[in-house]
């Protein structure tokens, strides 16, 4: 079996592109996330600060803790990578999304002050 060496090279893309399409699924379907982003234990998206990808999972309309598992360093920096069409993330510095919010667009670097502890993502579905 010989395979050229154009199929050969764009496999692996197909490879990694395929299963996070899969992943973000549609409203309502089991695992199905809104937004993506990548978090920063300290002021401003650098390398060295970068925590890991985190996704936001459910229809959103409602405050998220961000820390789900108690185990992040304090985020201080939030970058949104992947977003569903028409939804929008706003970060909170309190636990109940009363502080003064602050818009995460996509692909922009967001830092505060304060940690920021809580998401609140507003969707067409939401």
Not at 14 to 35: E, V, W
Not at 39 to 62: E, H, K, M, N, R
Request: hydrophobic letters at 40%; one cysteine or more; aromatic letters at 12%.
């Amino acid at each position: 079996m010989h395979f050229s060496k154009i199929a050969l090279a764009v496999l692996p893309a197909f490879a990694l592109a395929a299963p996070s399409i899969k992943r973000q699924g549609a409203p309502g379907d089991p695992g199905f996330y809104n937004t993506v982003a990548e978090i920063y234990s300290g002021q401003g998206c650098t390398a060295d600060t970068f925590v890991w990808g985190d996704p936001i999972f459910g229809l959103g309309g409602q405050c998220q803790l961000l820390d789900r598992n108690d185990n992040t360093p304090d985020i201080y920096s939030y970058k949104v990578v992947q977003q569903y069409p028409d939804c929008v993330a706003t970060l909170y510095t309190d636990t109940g999304c009363q502080s003064v919010g602050v818009v995460a667009p996509l692909n922009e670097c967001i830092s505060s002050a304060e940690p920021f502890v809580m998401a609140f993502v507003q969707c067409p579905f939401s």
